[in-house]
Each structure stands twice: as C-alpha cells, then as structure tokens.
C-alpha cells in the first residue's frame, strides 16, 4: 500500500505524535500542554487520518496488503477478502469516523473525555494489523490518556454555581464582592410626595 503524498505523510503522524506525547506528559500542569495536545490530536485526525485516507481512495488506492503484517491469520483473510473489495464503504466510514473525532475532541468537557478513549481503544487496536504499528500505538495511547486525565483534571464550573451565576446576574457586588443585595437608604423607603 502506497501512502500519498510520500515522506510528508509519515512525518507528519511522527511530529503531530511526537507532541501529542510530549503534551500529555506536561498537560496535568499546564493549561497550554493540553491545549496544544489537544489541537495536535484534532490536526492528526482531520489531516492524517480523514483527510490522507481521502486522498488515498480518491487516488484509487485499494488498501490491499495493509493486513499483511499481522500474526493472526484472521485478520489478514479477513482485510483481504472483506475490506480490500468494498474499501470504498469501509474506508469512508473510517474517513467519517477520523473527521468526526477530530472535530469533536475540541469541544471540552466529557465528550472530549469519551473521545479521548475512543482514540485510545482505536489505536490499541492498530497492533492486530502487526507489531510495527506498536511503534505507533504505544506511545500515542499513552499520549492520549495523559491527555484525557488532564482533561478530567481540570477545574469546570458545577450546574449549581452555573445556575447561580445565572439567577444572579442583575445582581451587583457590594463592599467586599460578595453577592448580598445593596441596602437601601432609609429615603428609599419613604413614598415620594
């Protein structure tokens, strides 16, 4: 199976993996690792994954010999007999799969959490089509779920506080800042002539 684009594809998972890595070892510290980390993992699933895979099937590549390298005959009797004829159905799905992972692992909060591990059980996975891609997998899973920790780490505001700033919005601050309402001056009360 031939990559599009040559050496600029397999440099580009190398250094969106590389960070990703190197993010989820700083993020539990540092609100910027897991942010970039987090750009790097959306940047890897949009462009090395749904987009490369794109280009590929636009290319005419067939994906056949993706499997060869797996110890499990299964698999590799399985990619060839089953994916390789209909790799337009089940790339596409990939496509979609990898796009819409990219794009929602920017919207924080347990969703980024769930896709996290969606990435982390999907590149597990990768060792199944041979132990080259442990390679890969190992350091990327351990990336991820740095990041998903750090991700649940990180300080968000509860409903009830959310509620709360909502109810007393028109509310100004007094004094010290807290939110007890203003007293009134005693002419407030008095009813205008």
Do not use: K
Not at 58 to 77: E, Q
Not at 123 to 145: D, E, K, R, S, Y
């Amino acid at each position: 199976m031939d990559l599009i684009g040559g050496w600029l594809l397999p440099l580009t998972w190398a250094t969106l993996g590389t960070t990703i890595v190197v993010c989820g070892l700083r993020a539990r510290n540092s609100v910027r690792a897991l942010r970039l980390g987090i750009a790097a993992v959306s940047v890897l699933w949009l462009l090395g994954g749904a987009a490369a895979n794109a280009a590929m099937l636009v290319d005419g590549t067939t994906y056949t010999g993706f499997a060869d390298g797996s110890a499990i005959p299964f698999v590799t009797d399985t990619w060839e007999s089953l994916v390789v004829p209909h790799h337009h159905v089940f790339i596409g799905l990939l496509i979609a799969g990898e796009a819409l992972a990219g794009l929602l692992v920017l919207v924080p909060g347990q969703l980024r959490e769930a896709v996290l591990l969606a990435l982390v059980a999907f590149n597990a996975t990768l060792v199944v089509f041979g132990w080259g891609f442990a390679i890969w997998a190992v350091p990327v899973v351990a990336g991820l779920v740095l990041l998903h920790r750090a991700e649940r780490s990180t300080p968000r505001p509860s409903r009830r506080s959310l509620r709360d700033l909502l109810r007393n919005r028109h509310r100004l601050p007094y004094g010290d800042a807290s939110s007890a309402p203003r007293p009134r001056s005693p002419r407030s009360r008095v009813p205008s002539p």
